[in-house]
């Protein structure tokens, strides 16, 4: 049994006094945390911003005050909910604090007394008895039977026995027995210290659609510009005045500035992010919905996220005796316990206790003595009515019994399967010697169901996978194989084993299947910079203090939302409400389906732009003959009013059901393919349709190249381009739904938000043509009958346009591939891959 050492006095109350004085109070150090006014002004000056800031002031001096207030309120809405979300994010820091007690137990002057932990100096005698958590680093002078779970620090997840000697570090807590520890450390200079200042160096890499809308952005911009600099010369040059040439050129360039892709993208994703939720996946940073679609790597941890994180009787051995009586010897020789429905203590000698009361055993007797696990005996015993019982390490418990025929045998399939095997013994005195072997029991924590199938999703998705954790090797490698994570080449390795070398580590671990186990928080934090370094996406999960750091440096921070800490969640762009590893995989579905809804929603606006163009690209080749189609205002009233809301629509489409075959579309958001389709074919298309009308009105009136229109005829033939714009959109709508099927084969109601969305763009037509004080403002008249079906030409315009190229470049596959076209090629293409598991869970 523990002895107890001489009665510890304790610093006194002067002593304690000065060494606070010297070394200041138990606290984590404040990071210098950016003012949130800073936070703030950033998301209203990034390039995107600036260009719309500049917009509005160009449309201010151009004499449009409505648009420059309508630009100045998508700034402030887009930039203020942007601030939000990262104000949130960056409190992981703060939570940190929050581990640290309010209040620990001391010895001072030889007495016990409740201080403030801030108080807790070098030298304190802490008292800790079970419940407790650990506020400082301490060096443990006596232990009882104690057991410390340290799983926020290490991702182990069975509790540890410390010996006297041994550290205590703060964060961790006492699930079991009692101590008295002295302070070695406290405040800055504490493991859980070093942690948060990992966690506060990391940085959050910029997303994959961050960039590409940057990229977009600045060509979309860049462009704009470019135009409105050549139509200022093209105006000098057919002898418009200066002011009025400046004041056009304005004009152009602030309708060519696409206004609406920023809420657009926005919006899309914030509807992404509550589909998620309502899959148990929470979204703390909007542009994380579509990082996850893009992910080429997924590290997991394994308890509580592959696995239930609960350990449970698997097998029980009993060669002389029964099942019921190896469990008695068992659970009276633990401490661990099932109590009114929930755990306390170690989760292995709960399960121990719930498959004796299963069983029957009979748990009933006078306890004399007992003598704990320890490291060194590996194993525990206690006397009950004068019967010694006794469970520990096979290979510390069978040398003390007789020989029993099968044992070794039995021992070796069950630790083949990876299970956690206890040899249970049984003496008639106390002396541990010449004991009766009861029998062997093996202990597994079963994975989540479904996670099989999970795994295989991932694979055929092209995503590789890793099991990064703390535990023992030999148990991480046992649960990869029975859940399918484990590679071909069964690749297991141990934290202390990587290399230093970052590039050598990420070629290391750039495999599929891979396990990496006992690894600290240093290796997590490394391997996600040494796979990003790789050319990966990186998604992390992690549920514990010593997550964090990784968490910030992946592309993705996945955080367990049921049993993870508030610094994880913190840290994390997606938090997981339910931890299941599957819910992983269908927000990676719901990431894809949002960038391919991003490129719909980018096509749509892009095809738009070919057609609000045109008339101004029209009417300076001409020289000034062919009058403008559209004016700055009806260019505008197309951005932020009759577009937004299909735009946003295309934003809602539902996945298509190939978007988890083969890997994530890597690339520019904007590619040839993109470009061809919105330069080449719907643009052009629109744009014909378009000026087809306002020609056709304008002859059909008496009109001829050279004559100046009459005011009312430009107009209704305006009013008519206008409506051609927004019909032939009605059509680009409907085909931007599919890169590869024809309107006629999509189901108009799985996207009921787009009929909708075309119903109101319908309504906001006829005002904006029909509405006298409207359409006065904007340039254009109500058509005639007969210009309204030279508008309505512009949708089966569109529709032959967009289903011949799609035909064309299907028969291009099927000639260059010598395979049938696939259902839609708006996903990924499919790779092969094995059937998925009929069973996602399976007993070891």
């Not at 979204?283 to 997991?300: D, M, N, Y």
């Not at 719909?600 to 403008?628: C, K, M, Q």
């Not at 744009?687 to 304008?698: N, R």
Request: with cysteine; hydrophobic share 50%.
């Amino acid at each position: 049994m523990t002895t107890v050492s001489p009665f510890r006095q304790g610093l006194t109350a002067a002593e304690a006094a000065a060494q606070l004085s010297a070394d200041g109070p138990n606290a984590l150090p404040s990071a210098r945390r950016t003012p949130a006014v800073v936070l703030l002004l950033r998301q209203m000056a990034h390039f995107f911003a600036l260009l719309l800031w500049g917009a509005s002031v160009l449309a201010l001096l151009a004499g449009m005050p409505q648009l420059a207030v309508a630009i100045v309120v998508v700034v402030l809405l887009n930039g203020g909910f942007a601030f939000a979300q990262e104000y949130r994010a960056d409190r992981a820091t703060q939570r940190l604090r929050e581990l640290i007690p309010a209040n620990v137990v001391v010895r001072r002057d030889g007495r016990r007394m409740l201080i403030g932990a801030a108080d807790l100096v070098i030298g304190d005698l802490v008292l800790l008895e079970a419940g407790d958590r650990v506020s400082a680093d301490l060096e443990l002078a006596e232990v009882h039977a104690l057991a410390l779970n340290e799983s926020m620090l290490t991702g182990e997840s069975r509790p540890t026995r410390p010996r006297t000697g041994d550290r205590a570090h703060a964060g961790t807590f006492v699930t079991e027995g009692q101590a008295e520890a002295t302070v070695v450390a406290t405040g800055a200079h504490t493991r859980l210290a070093a942690i948060a200042k990992l966690t506060s160096e990391a940085s959050r890499p910029p997303s994959p659609l961050s960039v590409q809308l940057r990229k977009v952005v600045k060509i979309v911009g860049g462009i704009a510009v470019a135009v409105g600099v050549v139509f200022f010369g093209l105006a000098l040059l057919l002898g418009m005045e200066p002011g009025q040439g400046f004041l056009f050129a304005i004009g152009v360039t602030v309708a060519l500035v696409p206004e609406g892709l920023l809420p657009t993208v926005t919006l899309s994703l914030a509807r992404a992010a509550q589909r998620m939720a309502t899959r148990n996946a929470l979204v703390r940073h909007l542009e994380a919905v579509e990082t996850l679609g893009s992910a080429t790597f997924i590290c997991t941890d394994k308890t509580g996220t592959l696995t239930r994180n609960e350990m449970t009787v698997a097998q029980t051995w009993a060669p002389s005796s029964s099942a019921a009586e190896v469990m008695r010897t068992a659970v009276l020789s633990s401490t661990g316990r099932m109590s009114d429905g929930k755990p306390v203590g170690d989760p292995m000698e709960v399960a121990l206790h719930v498959e004796a009361v299963r069983l029957g055993a009979d748990l009933e007797g006078e306890v004399t003595a007992r003598y704990p696990f320890d490291p060194a005996r590996r194993r525990a015993s206690v006397l009950v009515d004068g019967r010694l019982h006794l469970k520990g390490a096979p290979d510390a418990v069978l040398p003390l019994c007789g020989a029993v025929a099968g044992a070794e045998d039995v021992l070796a399939r069950m630790s083949d399967r990876g299970l956690r095997v206890l040899a249970v013994a049984r003496g008639r005195t106390a002396a541990e010697s010449e004991l009766e072997l009861l029998g062997l029991v093996g202990l597994y924590d079963p994975p989540r169901d479904d996670v099989a199938e999970a795994i295989w999703k991932c694979r055929n998705a092209g995503i590789k996978l890793a099991m990064i954790t703390g535990d023992h090797p030999r148990t991480a490698r046992a649960i990869a194989a029975e859940v399918g994570l484990l590679g071909t080449d069964e690749f297991v390795v141990t934290g202390a084993d990587l290399p230093d070398d970052d590039a050598a580590l990420g070629e290391l671990l750039d495999r599929d299947g891979v396990v990496v186990a006992r690894v600290t928080p240093e290796d997590k934090l490394r391997i996600a910079r040494a796979l990003r370094g790789r050319g990966h996406v990186v998604a992390m999960t992690g549920d514990g203090v010593n997550d964090g750091p990784a968490l910030r440096e992946a592309d993705i921070g996945i955080a367990m939302g049921a049993s993870g800490t508030d610094v994880a969640r913190e840290a994390a762009d997606l938090v997981l409400l339910d931890d299941h590893f599957t819910t992983i995989v269908a927000a990676v579905e719901l990431g894809r389906a949002t960038y391919a809804n991003v490129r719909r929603s980018l096509t749509y606006h892009l095809t738009d732009n070919v057609a609000e163009l045109t008339p101004f690209a029209v009417w300076a080749l001409s020289g000034g003959t062919i009058p403008l189609a559209l004016s700055v205002l009806q260019v505008l009233a197309l951005d932020i009013g009759t577009d937004l809301l299909p735009a946003l629509a295309l934003g809602a489409e539902p996945a298509n059901p190939r978007t988890m075959h083969g890997p994530a579309r890597a690339g520019n958001l904007i590619d040839r393919r993109l470009l061809i389709r919105v330069f080449g074919v719907l643009g052009p298309a629109q744009a014909l349709a378009e000026m087809a009308a306002f020609m056709a009105v304008l002859l059909l009136g008496g009109w001829w190249i050279g004559t100046a229109p009459s005011i009312g005829l430009l107009a209704a033939a305006s009013g008519t381009a206008f409506g051609a714009v927004v019909l032939g959109q009605f059509a680009n709508a409907f085909a931007c739904r599919s890169e590869s099927r024809w309107i006629g084969r999509i189901r108009w109601r799985s996207n009921p938000l787009l009929l909708g969305a075309i119903a109101i763009e319908a309504a906001l037509l006829l005002l904006f043509l029909g509405l006298p004080a409207v359409s006065n403002l904007l340039g254009g008249a109500f058509p005639s009958p007969a210009g309204w079906a030279l508008a309505a030409l512009a949708i089966p315009v569109m529709i032959l346009a967009d289903t011949t190229h799609k035909t064309w470049r299907a028969k291009r596959a099927r000639k260059a591939e010598g395979t049938h076209p696939q259902p839609d090629s708006t996903g990924p293409r499919p790779v092969m891959a094995a059937s998925p598991p009929t069973d996602g869970r399976q007993l070891p």
